[in-house]
Structures are given as structure tokens and as C-alpha cells.
């Protein structure tokens, strides 16, 4: 029953919609009813400035933060991943937005990298120079948490629950990108600081 409530929280926290509260309160608007329509970094960036776009990051990596700090010890040691997983469910799908939320990688960044340090910021690095190669941020978040998924594998190798976790997590990323990895293979994928192809 504990892990469920702990599971369930866990949701509600990520459930919390940081581009769609900042659109709503700074610009009267719906978030997702301009540019890409996801619930998240990119586009609030896109939609909103630099400025609200960076307030959604923040507040959707302190989501994952507060989770794993405050609610994964509540589990049992085997189980705390699933914390994780959780919260970015809820930033993904919140069932008051009719489960169109984001894309999950601020909230994974910090889920992950509050448990993990160097590998998050080693994983962050190699993102930004997949973006930055490529121009597309796409494929730098997919290069992200990639990377931070193999070095949590590798991390908890011996405990099995938790390695399902990580891959959960991991396979969740990369669907929630299919509309981006479609675009990549038609050429349709919007540039860093331009258009498509």
C-alpha cells in the first residue's frame, strides 16, 4: 500500500506542469495550443523567450529532484527507480491536461541526476554537443539520456527492478520523440535556429 501511495505522489508531483502554469499566468495562454504543442522546454522556449523558457527547465528538473530526494527512500532500496519513473509519467501525461504533457528529459535529468552527479552532467555534455553537431535538440535530448541510461544500467546491475526502471524510463524518452524521429527521417525536423533541412 505504501509503495503505491509513494508511486502515486510520485505522478502528481511530475503531474505539475511547469510550461502550462507559466503560459497560463505570464501569457494567458495554453502552452500547447502554439508552436510544437508539447508541454515542455523546447517549446516554451520557442513560444514564451529564453526567460520563461528556462523557468519551465528549472522547475521541471526540481520535479525529478524533489522526488528522488523526498519520496524514493520510502521504497523499498530494489523499487526507488520507480520514483522516477513516476514523476516523469506524470509530467508526460497529467491527467488534468488530458495526458498531453512534455516529453520528460528535464524531469529525467533531474530524477536521475540528483542520484547520479557527474553522470548526469558527463550525459548533459554529451547532449548538448549531439544538439549543437546536429542543430537539432531532438536529437541532443535522445543523445542525453541515452547516455545517462547506460550509466545507470551499469550502475544497477545488481539490483534487476531497478535496471527495469532505467529502461522503462529510457523506452518512454524515445517514444514520446516519435513525431521527432519522424521528422528526422523526412527531413521535416526543425533546426536550432532555423528551419528544416
Known sequence: MKTAIVLFLSYLIGAISGSYIIGKLFRGTDIREHGSGNAGTTNAIRVMGKKLGYLTFFIDVVKGVAVMLFLAPLLAPELRLFAGVFVVLGHDFPFYLRFRGGKGIATTLGAWGIL??????????????????????????????????????????????????????????????????????????????????
Open 116 to 197: 547520479h552527479p557527474v553522470f548526469a552532467a558527463v550525459s548533459a555534455a554529451i547532449g548538448v554537443i549531439c544538439a549543437l553537431a546536429t542543430r537539432y535538440v531532438s536529437v541532443g535530448s535522445m543523445c542525453f539520456l541515452s547516455a545517462i541510461s547506460i550509466a545507470m544500467i551499469w550502475t544497477y546491475s545488481a539490483t534487476p527492478w531497478n535496471v527495469v526502471a532505467v529502461v522503462v524510463l529510457w523506452i518512454l524518452g524515445f517514444v514520446r520523440h516519435r513525431s521527432n524521429i519522424d521528422r528526422l527521417r523526412r527531413g521535416t525536423e526543425k533546426r536550432i535556429g532555423g528551419n528544416s533541412q
